[in-house]
């Protein structure tokens, strides 16, 4: 959709700061909640034993996906570029339906509602939803 | 026919009852206007919607909230008829009001992200799935009557 403005940019590095020592918290509680709410995209974990919130594989794995928000911050002026291994690893050997990026970014965005009532305003909100939208973007570069 | 739980039939009512409709309308209402610029489209009449700012402070926005809110709460009454219960807005929405029936879940985002941050831990997985549920409900009543 729409590109990052400066503003956007500025708003989304000055938010994510507040995550530092939380994210292992916010990303098990993003993707429990995915695999609740939205139980299609339990098809893409099959292979793990326990799928409940809070398990062990759901708290791994919401840590690696933290790790890798954590580190689109910071590469926020070229996404594309700096997801490059990334999108070619979603695409070509967990080959994830682009669609459940968008899911994945609302569960995040209400973990993030839950933690951070007060700082996360509407403007950080329209920030956040452009920004994760840029990512599940960059993230989709290598698919077709 | 929509089977309900009891978990969830009682979680949706809890919600409702613990809920201010006037704060939690206005704060969803203008977070939609907000986070998703192109609903404004359908309030021309509204005003000043130029900023955040703006549509924060505008009291046909936070008025119109409360709106919805009731009207969901229709919905919660009884849960069992949300289709019927919803017919004439579903075609008020289609054939006057000429909305985008994609849009509807964009406000069920955001009422979701309202909700959940004033209930914060109280909103878990699973009453968050249960309040999903609720609204795939309400707004697939809501687009029954577009052709």
Known sequence: ?144 | MVVWTDFERTTIQDIFSKIDYAVVGQAAFSRCLIVYPWTQRYFGGFGNLYNAAAITSNPRVSSHGKVIMEALEKAVKDMDNIKATYAELSALHSEKLQVDPDNFMLLGHCLTIVVASQLSKAFTPEVHAAFQKFLAVVVSSLRKQYY
């Open chain 1, 1 to 144: 959709m729409t590109s990052l403005s400066a503003k956007d940019k500025d708003t989304v590095k000055a938010f994510w700061a507040n995550v530092a020592g939380k994210e292992e918290q916010i990303g098990c509680d993003a993707v429990s909640r995915m695999l609740t709410v939205y139980p299609q995209t339990k098809t893409y974990f099959s292979h793990w034993k326990d799928l409940r919130p809070g398990s062990a594989p759901v708290r791994k794995h919401g840590a690696t996906v933290m790790t890798a928000v954590t580190d689109a911050v910071s590469k926020i002026d070229d996404l594309t570029g700096g997801l490059l291994s990334l999108s070619e690893l979603h695409a070509f050997t967990l080959r994830v339906d682009p669609a459940n990026f968008k899911v994945l970014a609302h569960n995040l965005l209400v973990v993030l509602a839950t933690v951070f009532p007060n700082d996360f305003t509407p403007e950080v909100h329209v920030a956040m939803d452009k920004f994760l939208a840029a990512v599940a973007h960059a993230l989709s570069e290598k698919y077709r």
